[in-house]
């Protein structure tokens, strides 16, 4: 197939990462001012390790494993064809005993990626309904989108952290050092606030992208609209603990757990609708060529 770059999704993982940078650049700046520096071990500890074992850790996450041909041959099998057709290395295929119908890719590079399926997925959606899914997951992989929110996603987590530290070692802002690490606080809610609507804006962007590029893999639009009206309806099923459970893994989702008016405006994922919208139209575009 020929692959046609999403230049829009490049210039948006561009402009989030030289952001983020910079928001993180003034950020230490604060810590040394204010003498926290005690923090900055800790969050390169973090960012080496997330770096390092993400896959691992999103795998952890949700309790999946990786599988076998053995074990999964037909999924193995779609996998291998997919890849082939998107000029992809295979992926490690990995699946999550879950009752939430759900699939990620993880991993910091093509070469390293994971593509991880739950068995409610796996029993919910047909077989080009599957592929569609895949096909969505492996276009990630193919944007390369999955390192960059990976890298958004842990400097994120690193400011929720340090405001939670700053809260449990501050003393209160008692002690001689209590204003710098007040001061710490505050410049770390901030880039938490301001990481966590960058990483939105890009993640809803990124799933338009790979709806597209997952389509052009298998060439059935349909498949994957179909998928996701499938998916969503049977969220509505999941007990609510599930979900729960699974909710800050939502930004990697093919289709985030839903929930109240106040996280559908902040939701990683734009609205199914718009989705199957947008992949009709493609359809009919292709259908015309």
Same mark, same amino acid.
């Given at each position: 197939?020929?692959?046609? =770059?999403?230049?829009?999704?490049?210039?948006?993982?561009?402009?989030?990462? $030289?952001?983020?940078?910079?928001?993180?650049?003034? #950020?230490?700046?604060?810590?040394?001012?204010?003498?926290?520096? /005690?923090?900055?071990?800790?969050?390169?500890? $973090?960012?080496?390790?997330?770096?390092?074992?993400?896959?691992?850790?999103? %795998?952890?996450?949700?309790?999946?494993?990786?599988?076998?041909?053995?074990?999964?041959?037909?999924?193995?099998?779609?996998?291998?064809?997919?890849?082939?057709?998107?000029?992809? =290395?295979?992926?490690? /295929?990995?699946?999550?005993?879950?009752?939430?119908?759900?699939?990620?890719?993880?991993?910091?590079? !093509?070469?390293?990626?994971?593509?991880?399926?739950?068995?409610?997925?796996?029993?919910?959606?047909?077989?080009?309904?599957?592929?569609?899914?895949?096909?969505?997951?492996?276009?990630?992989?193919?944007?390369?989108?999955?390192?960059?929110?990976? *890298?958004?996603?842990?400097?994120?987590?690193?400011? $929720?952290?340090?405001?939670?530290?700053? $809260?449990? #070692?501050?003393?209160?802002? &008692?002690?001689?050092?209590?204003?710098?690490? *007040? /001061?710490?606080?505050?410049?770390?809610? /901030?880039?938490? *606030?301001?990481?966590?609507?960058?990483?939105?804006?890009?993640?809803?962007?990124?799933?338009?992208?790979?709806? &597209?590029?997952?389509? %052009?893999?298998?060439? !059935?639009?349909?498949?994957?609209?179909?998928?996701?009206?499938?998916?969503?309806? @049977?969220?509505? @099923?999941? =007990?609510?603990?599930?979900? @729960?459970?699974?909710?800050?893994?939502?930004?990697?989702? *093919?289709?985030?757990?839903?929930?109240?008016?106040?996280?559908?405006?902040?939701?990683?994922?734009?609205?199914?609708?718009?989705?199957?919208?947008?992949?009709?139209?493609?359809?009919?575009?292709?259908?015309?060529?």
């Amino acid at each position: 197939m020929k692959w046609k =770059p999403d230049w829009g999704l490049r210039g948006r993982m561009v402009l989030t990462m $030289f952001l983020l940078f910079a928001l993180y650049l003034v #950020f230490v700046g604060v810590l040394f001012r204010t003498n926290s520096v /005690v923090f900055l071990p800790l969050m390169g500890a $973090f960012v080496l390790v997330q770096f390092l074992f993400s896959d691992r850790l999103a %795998l952890y996450s949700m309790g999946a494993k990786e599988v076998s041909a053995e074990e999964y041959p037909e999924l193995h099998a779609t996998v291998s064809r997919l890849s082939q057709q998107a000029d992809l =290395p295979k992926p490690t /295929v990995a699946v999550a005993d879950s009752r939430v119908p759900n699939a990620f890719a993880a991993g910091r590079s !093509q070469k390293s990626a994971t593509v991880c399926v739950t068995t409610e997925l796996l029993r919910t959606l047909d077989r080009d309904e599957l592929e569609g899914v895949l096909a969505h997951e492996l276009a990630h992989v193919k944007n390369r989108d999955v390192m960059v929110m990976t *890298i958004a996603s842990f400097l994120s987590t690193v400011a $929720f952290m340090i405001v939670r530290m700053g $809260f449990w #070692f501050g003393g209160g802002g &008692r002690n001689r050092q209590g204003g710098g690490i *007040i /001061v710490a606080i505050v410049a770390s809610l /901030v880039v938490w *606030i301001v990481s966590f609507l960058l990483i939105r804006a890009l993640s809803r962007y990124r799933e338009f992208a790979a709806d &597209r590029g997952g389509a %052009l893999i298998t060439g !059935q639009p349909s498949a994957l609209a179909s998928a996701l009206l499938t998916i969503d309806g @049977r969220m509505d @099923r999941v =007990p609510k603990e599930d979900l @729960r459970e699974q909710a800050e893994m939502n930004a990697f989702f *093919i289709l985030p757990a839903k929930g109240n008016a106040i996280t559908k405006l902040f939701s990683t994922h734009p609205s199914t609708e718009k989705r199957v919208e947008k992949l009709r139209d493609l359809e009919r575009e292709m259908e015309t060529r």
